[in-house]
């Protein structure tokens, strides 16, 4: 049974960038046929994908937050990780990190990360 | 991108009684590879169904996800106490994957 557990600081200040890691437990990188992603929810709101990356590298990015997004894999130490650059107010939410397969999606617990100063 | 419509917005309803979750796509999506979720307050989304009929792990009969192409429906055959949330359904055929807007199922 995979777990995620998403770790980053919960506030950050406006313009700055929000750096969030996703580790992973009870599953592989390497074994593929799996999508490693970050979702976010803000408040009072729906689901939104930021972006998905495979094993091999290939990503995709949400298009209305692809000119701030960054997403990467450690294949090694089983964690992937999320960059967001010029965050403002509406960049707060709940932060999950996510695996998705052919059987659905597998979820972190979530993560708030409020953007304010 | 497919655009997923899911109605209605909020369904008023006692315990015991059948809810009926709908949600349509705006094109057909590939493989039927569409997705249910269960969110609680304060809580991670938690799977119920994938590819439109098949009950995740754990999951109990009342639930049931039937339909294929473009229109497809989430079931609960007697709501019990825990089961008043919010559903959304995913398709995850075609990327960029996507979610519907979500339906409240509320206590009447």
């Known amino acids: 049974q995979v777990q995620l557990q998403e770790s980053g600081p919960g506030l950050v200040k406006p313009s700055q960038t929000l750096s969030l890691t996703c580790t992973v437990s009870g599953g592989s990188f390497s074994s593929g046929g799996y999508y490693w992603s970050w979702i976010r929810q803000q408040p009072g709101k729906g689901l939104e994908w930021i972006g998905y990356?495979?094993?091999?590298?290939?990503?995709y990015y949400n298009e209305s937050l692809k000119s701030r997004v960054t997403m990467s894999i450690d294949t090694s130490n089983n964690f992937f990780s999320l960059r967001l650059s010029s965050v403002t107010a509406a960049d707060t939410a709940v932060y999950y990190c996510a695996r998705m397969g052919w059987r659905g999606i597998d979820w972190g617990q979530g993560t708030l990360v409020t953007v304010s100063s | 991108e497919i655009v997923l419509t899911q109605s209605p917005g909020t369904l008023s309803l006692s315990p015991g009684e059948r809810a009926t979750l709908s949600c349509r796509a705006s094109q057909s999506v590939s493989g039927n590879y569409l997705a249910w979720y269960q969110q609680n307050p304060g809580q991670a989304p938690r799977l119920l169904i994938y590819?439109?009929?098949n009950r995740a792990t754990d999951i109990p009969d009342r639930f049931s996800g039937s339909g294929s192409g473009t229109d497809f429906t989430l079931t609960i055959s007697r709501l019990e106490p825990e089961d008043f949330a919010v559903y959304y359904c995913q398709q995850y055929g075609t990327s960029p994957w996507t979610f519907g807007q979500g339906t409240k199922v509320e206590i009447k």
């Open positions: 990356s495979y094993y091999s590298g290939s990503t």
């Open positions: 590819g439109a009929s």
